[in-house]
């Protein structure tokens, strides 16, 4: 069931929650024109262990639509705002694509409340490049409202390269066609705008776990194996003949590669309750 808060940024975030409040904290944070629905076929299957969080991110899903503000760093402060609202103080994150780089974003602004980290269909760096503007000239600064229900489908479909079920899909439609035009547009210019902080990643001292489908069309196995050389002691696992929504599918999988990389390098201090590194295991 969704839940809403008011964060201290101004924004009324929604979210759900699954799993012991006394668990270890895990947040989910999808990619652009998402929800929280981007991680439904991933949260089942987590051990009941697992306090987890999948949010929707300002001007997504059911969250409020702010007239401004959506680079990379206003969406990080959103999930400082949420950690404080929910009282987590430290948690592993996990981020798709858009997300991948909020949770890049957090973790070199706020390294003291990241208990892990785990990219999957990552950018190494957003996203000054001739491919992007051209792409945001022509399909994205032309978009009006509503957003039309067949360009919503061609846009989540070029991020598969294997069938997901189609109730699943139509759900993802819907929720991409409730981010209005100019949310679109703003959240690729904030793109746009993102300078490169990819070399401040040398400092992260979180377990990493890098997940990524080898037909992603949208992020290259260049920014992989940038990212995993990137951040001390991150481990990069490749999923052959998926696609940028590796987790949609392939959930199975991706929730079983992250149950065994936090099982074994992030623990929860029972007497404590609350996350602390393991020793970094060698890439």
Not at 49 to 69: L, Q
Not at 210 to 236: F, M, N, V
């Amino acid at each position: 069931m969704e839940k809403y808060v008011a964060l201290s940024t101004g924004v009324r975030m929604e979210y759900v929650e699954k799993g012991d409040p006394s668990g270890l904290p895990v947040i989910f944070l999808h990619g652009v024109t998402d929800s929280w629905h981007s991680f439904e076929r991933v949260l089942p299957l987590l051990p009941p262990t697992f306090h987890a969080f999948a949010v929707s991110a300002r001007g997504h899903g059911d969250s409020s639509k702010p007239a401004s503000d959506y680079r990379i760093s206003d969406m990080s402060r959103d999930l400082a705002a949420f950690m404080d609202a929910v009282e987590v103080t430290r948690a592993v994150i996990v981020g798709h694509s858009m997300g991948s780089m909020v949770a890049q974003r957090f973790v070199v602004d706020h390294p003291d409340r990241v208990c892990g980290l785990v990219l999957i269909g990552a950018f190494a760096s957003l996203y000054q490049d001739p491919g992007l503007t051209d792409f945001y000239r022509s399909a994205i600064a032309p978009l009006t409202d509503p957003i039309d229900a067949g360009f919503a489908r061609e846009w989540q479909l070029s991020t598969l390269a294997r069938p997901i079920p189609e109730d699943y899909l139509d759900t993802i439609v819907v929720e991409t066609q409730k981010v209005p035009s100019r949310v679109w547009r703003e959240a690729f210019t904030g793109f746009l705008e993102t300078p490169d902080f990819s070399g401040d990643l040398a400092r992260v001292n979180a377990p990493t776990l890098i997940l990524w489908g080898d037909q992603d069309t949208y992020t290259p196995r260049a920014s992989q194996h940038r990212l995993h050389a990137l951040i001390p002691g991150a481990k990069l696992e490749i999923y052959e003949g998926n696609g940028h929504a590796v987790h949609w599918e392939s959930p199975v999988e991706i929730t079983g590669a992250l149950v065994s990389f936090l099982t074994s390098r992030v623990r929860v201090r029972p007497e404590a309750k609350r996350p602390e590194m393991q020793a970094a295991a060698t890439r």
